[in-house]
Every structure is written in C-alpha cells, then in structure tokens.
C-alpha cells in the first residue's frame, strides 16, 4: 500500500498531493477509516492486545490497498485526486501507528512522504487527521522492505540447524 500510494503519485502528480473532488461514498467511508484509526488501535494497545493492534493495522492498510485497486486511479476518471488524497494520508497514519510495532521502518514512509522531523515526535491521536493537504510534495520513494531470496532463507535456516 504504502510504495503503491506513494509511487503512483510521485510518477502521475509529479509527487504533489492534489486537490480532492467531492467525496464519493467509497472515498467518505475511507475517509472514516482515518479518522477513527486511533481511537481503534489505540483501545486494543492500552488493553494490552498488540497482536490484535498490529492485525487491525494491517487491516486498515488492506483496506486502502482495496480501495485503491476499487477506484482505479490509473485510469484518469472522476475521482482520482481524492483516491489519491486518501491514500497518501492513509500512509501517512500507517506511519504513525506502525512506530510502535518498527521505528526504522516508520521513520523511512515519514521520510518519503516528505515530513520533515521524527514520527515518534507525533502525537498519537494525529494519525487521525488529515494533515497532507493539497499541494503538499511528497519526497523520493522506494520500497520499505527489501525482498529476501528463498536461498538466503535456506542458508540461515541451515544455520540454526532448521
């Protein structure tokens, strides 16, 4: 979700946030998602139920992967900017919430959407607010997680005694 979101605008919006057209029911529904994140994973990580925070993150990033794939933004139509809008600030609370589970990795997508500062120093309820407005640019993109090849897997198993 992450590298689609944000590689898509840097190559189609020449890595700028664009302005947002009315939202659709998709988009509004979408929207709802952000701004009720904190609250959601936040309940789950005071109670205790990290697990259970992490997959509900994973979840919400599902979701975004879904609707991006549902609006179809390649294609040009009506639509598009606020698809866009949407993802790229649905990155921006992945980054957030994804702190508490991998700071490095957090820090690199609040990197690449342009912020400036470390991501530890947000406030938590913030990843619930739309905060990348339109006209924003985002920074240089590249993926997250490198790929591991299956015979390096092997090789370190082997290591273990696996």
């Known amino acids: 979700?992450?590298?689609?979101?944000?590689?898509?605008?840097?190559?189609?919006?020449?890595?700028?946030?664009?302005?947002?057209?009315?939202?659709?029911?998709?988009?509004?529904?979408?929207?709802?998602?952000?701004?009720?994140?904190?609250?959601?994973?936040?309940?789950?990580?005071?109670?205790n139920h990290l697990d259970r925070a992490l997959k509900q993150?994973?979840?919400?990033s599902a979701h975004f992967n879904q609707y991006f794939q549902h609006k179809e933004p390649w294609k040009k139509g009506p639509g598009t900017n606020a698809c866009i809008y949407l993802s790229v600030n649905a990155v921006r609370s992945i980054a957030i919430c994804l702190h508490s589970f991998l700071p490095k990795s957090s820090q690199k997508i609040w990197s690449q959407l342009g912020l400036d500062g470390n991501v530890s120093d947000v406030h938590w309820n913030e990843m619930s607010n739309l905060e990348l407005k339109s006209g924003h640019k985002i920074g240089t993109t590249e993926p997250i997680f490198s790929k591991i090849e299956q015979s390096v897997i092997d090789e370190e198993q082997s290591k273990l005694g696996n």
């Open 57 to 60: 993150l994973m979840e919400f």
């Open 1 to 47: 979700m992450v590298n689609r979101a944000l590689g898509f605008t840097n190559k189609t919006f020449d890595g700028v946030v664009p302005e947002p057209e009315k939202f659709d029911e998709k988009d509004s529904e979408s929207e709802q998602k952000i701004k009720s994140l904190a609250e959601d994973i936040g309940k789950l990580m005071e109670e």
